[in-house]
């Protein structure tokens, strides 16, 4: 199953890959970087699966908010 998080910048992605995009947009509580979760088929399918994705992905974006890198695993 893959996922991860993917910087938006100017509504365009950082990094192009053959996941799903997320409509929704995680955004750093300290600067408003954006993000999108990308993911597979699979994790759709999963319980819940995209709430978790998205709780997580909101976790990791302000984590890393010193270096706010182009993608991030999650």
């Known amino acids: 199953m893959a996922r991860e998080l993917i910087r938006y910048?100017?509504?365009k992605a950082a990094?192009?890959?053959?996941?799903?995009?997320?409509?929704?947009s995680i955004r750093c509580s300290r600067?408003?970087?954006e993000y999108r979760v990308h993911?597979?088929?699979?994790e759709i399918?999963?319980?819940n699966g995209l709430d978790l994705l998205r709780a997580a992905a909101k976790q990791a974006v302000d984590n890393s908010h010193a270096l706010h890198p182009n993608s991030l695993p999650l």
């Open 15 to 24: 990094v192009q890959d053959t996941l799903i995009a997320d409509d929704l």
């Open 45 to 47: 399918n999963r319980p």
């Open 31 to 33: 600067c408003d970087a």
């Open 9 to 11: 910048r100017s509504g």
């Open 39 to 42: 993911y597979s088929a699979q």
